[in-house]
């Protein structure tokens, strides 16, 4: 079956960086696309940017951009968010999530989600 | 970006009885070239992430109770449960998915009266 395992809860100065994993199984890593998607606390989500796994192109949501990188690793069928300059409103929980198809941005399945907490 | 709009913030039903929920988007969703309606709609449970129950507006996905129901195009949108369970208690998000980035409505939150 498909699952998305994330990574553990991050706790970041302001400043900071931190780095999320989610690791897929139960497919084939390169057929679908990853997305990151974030939640603020009593928030709708927020689509932060997308990685193709199979040759590792990204696009990023222009609010992102210059802050977030998202690489992954096909050995290990993982990908990453590398996020940088973290700020109080940043605090968030973060999802991966894989799209249902190659073309559609509907989320089929997600990851259970690494809670980042941004504080001084 | 396409700016999602959801209504009412949240609604208490009673168990059994009909809940509904609006999404407007500021701009159509809907594609001419295939006459397809670019929205979906996810419930989230506490401690949970979204799960997708609709899509291309209308179409339930594979599992999920025919009591939830899409309809709408172009711009607005309603999701409706016909006969409220108590595992229904959730919030609800639409999403569009016609441009990027994807964007989401800010959730409706179904109680129980």
């Known amino acids: 079956q498909v699952q998305l395992v994330q990574s553990g809860a991050e706790v970041k100065e302001p400043g900071a960086s931190v780095k999320l994993s989610c690791e897929a199984s139960?497919?084939?890593?390169?057929?679908?696309?990853i997305n990151w998607v974030r939640q603020i606390s009593g928030q709708g989500p927020e689509w932060m940017g997308i990685i193709n796994p199979r040759d590792g192109s990204t696009t990023y949501a222009q609010r992102f951009q210059g802050r977030v990188t998202m690489t992954r690793d096909t050995s290990t069928s993982t990908v990453y968010m590398y996020l940088r300059s973290l700020r109080d409103e940043d605090t968030a929980i973060y999802y991966c999530?894989?799209?249902?198809?190659?073309?559609?941005?509907?989320?089929?399945?997600w990851g259970q989600g690494t809670l980042v907490t941004v504080s001084s | 970006d396409i700016v999602m709009t959801q209504s009412p913030d949240s609604l208490a039903v009673s168990l059994g009885e009909r809940a509904t929920i609006n999404c407007k988007s500021s701009?159509?969703?809907?594609?001419?070239?295939?006459?397809?309606?670019?929205l979906t709609w996810y419930q989230q449970k506490p401690g949970q992430p979204p799960k997708v129950l609709i899509y291309w507006a209308s179409t339930r996905e594979s599992g999920v109770p025919d009591r939830f129901s899409g309809s709408g195009s172009g711009t607005d949108f309603t999701l409706t449960i016909s006969s409220l369970q108590a595992e229904d208690v959730a919030v609800y998000y639409c999403?569009?998915?016609?441009?990027?980035?994807?964007?989401f409505g800010g959730g409706t939150k179904v109680g129980i009266k």
């Open positions: 999403q569009q998915y016609y441009t990027s980035p994807p964007t």
């Open positions: 139960g497919y084939t890593f390169t057929s679908y696309s």
């Open positions: 701009q159509s969703v809907l594609y001419s070239s295939n006459n397809r309606n670019y």
């Open positions: 999530a894989k799209r249902i198809d190659s073309s559609l941005n509907i989320f089929d399945y």
